[in-house]
Nanobody, 120 residues
Framework: QVQLVESGGGLVQAGGSLRLSCAAS????????MGWYRQAPGKQRELVAT???????NYADSVKGRFTISRDNAKNTVYLQMNSLKPEDTAVYYC??????????????WGQGTQVTVSS
Protein backbone atom coordinates (compact mmCIF):
# COMPACT_ATOMS: atom_id res chain seq x y z
CA GLN A 1 0.00 0.00 0.00
CA VAL A 2 1.36 3.41 -0.99
CA GLN A 3 1.73 5.59 2.05
CA LEU A 4 3.28 8.92 2.93
CA VAL A 5 3.50 10.01 6.53
CA GLU A 6 4.59 13.51 7.50
CA SER A 7 5.91 14.59 10.88
CA GLY A 8 7.81 17.44 12.50
CA GLY A 9 5.30 20.25 12.42
CA GLY A 10 4.60 22.44 15.41
CA LEU A 11 4.58 25.92 16.86
CA VAL A 12 7.70 28.06 16.58
CA GLN A 13 8.55 31.72 17.01
CA ALA A 14 9.49 33.87 14.05
CA GLY A 15 13.14 33.39 13.20
CA GLY A 16 13.12 29.82 14.45
CA SER A 17 13.58 26.52 12.65
CA LEU A 18 11.69 23.29 12.08
CA ARG A 19 12.46 20.14 10.14
CA LEU A 20 9.64 18.26 8.48
CA SER A 21 9.96 14.60 7.56
CA CYS A 22 7.98 12.51 5.11
CA ALA A 23 8.44 8.76 5.33
CA ALA A 24 7.38 6.80 2.27
CA SER A 25 7.20 3.24 1.09
CA UNK A 26 10.28 1.99 -0.72
CA UNK A 27 8.52 1.79 -4.07
CA UNK A 28 7.82 5.52 -3.85
CA UNK A 29 11.50 6.35 -3.66
CA UNK A 30 12.37 4.09 -6.55
CA UNK A 31 9.80 5.58 -8.90
CA UNK A 32 8.86 9.13 -7.93
CA UNK A 33 10.23 12.58 -7.39
CA MET A 34 9.19 14.18 -4.11
CA GLY A 35 7.79 17.58 -3.22
CA TRP A 36 6.48 19.69 -0.38
CA TYR A 37 3.39 21.85 -0.70
CA ARG A 38 1.69 24.12 1.81
CA GLN A 39 -1.78 25.51 2.24
CA ALA A 40 -2.57 28.47 4.44
CA PRO A 41 -6.15 29.18 5.60
CA GLY A 42 -8.21 30.64 2.78
CA LYS A 43 -5.43 30.21 0.24
CA GLN A 44 -4.66 27.80 -2.55
CA ARG A 45 -2.21 25.00 -2.00
CA GLU A 46 1.20 26.04 -3.30
CA LEU A 47 4.38 24.23 -4.21
CA VAL A 48 7.27 24.91 -1.84
CA ALA A 49 10.11 22.65 -2.96
CA THR A 50 10.83 19.58 -5.04
CA UNK A 51 13.62 17.03 -5.28
CA UNK A 52 14.16 14.50 -8.03
CA UNK A 53 15.23 10.90 -7.59
CA UNK A 54 18.80 11.97 -8.33
CA UNK A 55 18.74 14.92 -5.94
CA UNK A 56 18.08 17.95 -8.13
CA UNK A 57 16.15 20.56 -6.19
CA ASN A 58 13.84 23.45 -6.93
CA TYR A 59 12.29 26.06 -4.63
CA ALA A 60 9.55 28.63 -4.60
CA ASP A 61 10.95 32.16 -4.57
CA SER A 62 9.34 32.81 -1.19
CA VAL A 63 11.48 30.17 0.53
CA LYS A 64 14.75 30.29 -1.38
CA GLY A 65 17.70 30.67 0.95
CA ARG A 66 15.61 29.68 3.98
CA PHE A 67 14.30 26.18 3.23
CA THR A 68 16.25 23.12 2.16
CA ILE A 69 14.74 19.93 0.76
CA SER A 70 16.71 16.70 0.95
CA ARG A 71 16.13 12.98 0.71
CA ASP A 72 17.62 9.92 2.34
CA ASN A 73 17.03 7.02 0.00
CA ALA A 74 18.25 4.49 2.56
CA LYS A 75 15.50 5.63 4.94
CA ASN A 76 12.87 6.30 2.24
CA THR A 77 12.43 9.76 3.74
CA VAL A 78 12.34 13.28 2.38
CA TYR A 79 13.01 16.27 4.61
CA LEU A 80 12.24 19.97 4.58
CA GLN A 81 14.56 22.01 6.77
CA MET A 82 12.94 25.37 7.42
CA ASN A 83 15.05 28.19 8.84
CA SER A 84 14.36 31.86 9.51
CA LEU A 85 10.67 31.10 9.68
CA LYS A 86 8.17 33.90 9.21
CA PRO A 87 4.51 34.18 10.26
CA GLU A 88 3.55 33.94 6.59
CA ASP A 89 5.04 30.43 6.51
CA THR A 90 2.15 29.30 8.72
CA ALA A 91 0.28 26.57 6.84
CA VAL A 92 -0.44 22.89 6.64
CA TYR A 93 2.50 21.29 4.86
CA TYR A 94 1.93 18.31 2.60
CA CYS A 95 4.34 15.83 1.10
CA UNK A 96 3.67 14.54 -2.41
CA UNK A 97 5.20 11.84 -4.55
CA UNK A 98 4.77 12.44 -8.27
CA UNK A 99 6.45 12.25 -11.64
CA UNK A 100 5.99 15.95 -12.24
CA UNK A 101 4.93 19.02 -10.28
CA UNK A 102 3.86 21.45 -13.01
CA UNK A 103 0.25 21.17 -11.95
CA UNK A 104 -1.38 20.76 -8.55
CA UNK A 105 -3.72 18.27 -10.19
CA UNK A 106 -0.90 16.09 -11.53
CA UNK A 107 -1.26 12.46 -10.58
CA UNK A 108 0.57 11.43 -7.45
CA UNK A 109 0.31 10.44 -3.82
CA TRP A 110 -0.26 12.79 -0.90
CA GLY A 111 0.51 12.65 2.76
CA GLN A 112 -1.99 13.68 5.40
CA GLY A 113 -0.34 17.02 6.17
CA THR A 114 1.37 18.52 9.21
CA GLN A 115 0.61 21.90 10.75
CA VAL A 116 3.31 24.55 10.99
CA THR A 117 2.49 27.67 12.99
CA VAL A 118 4.92 30.58 13.23
CA SER A 119 4.16 33.18 15.87
CA SER A 120 5.29 36.79 15.58
Amino acid sequence: QVQLVESGGGLVQAGGSLRLSCAASSIIFRIYDMGWYRQAPGKQRELVATITRVGSTNYADSVKGRFTISRDNAKNTVYLQMNSLKPEDTAVYYCKAAQEFRSLQAAGFWGQGTQVTVSS
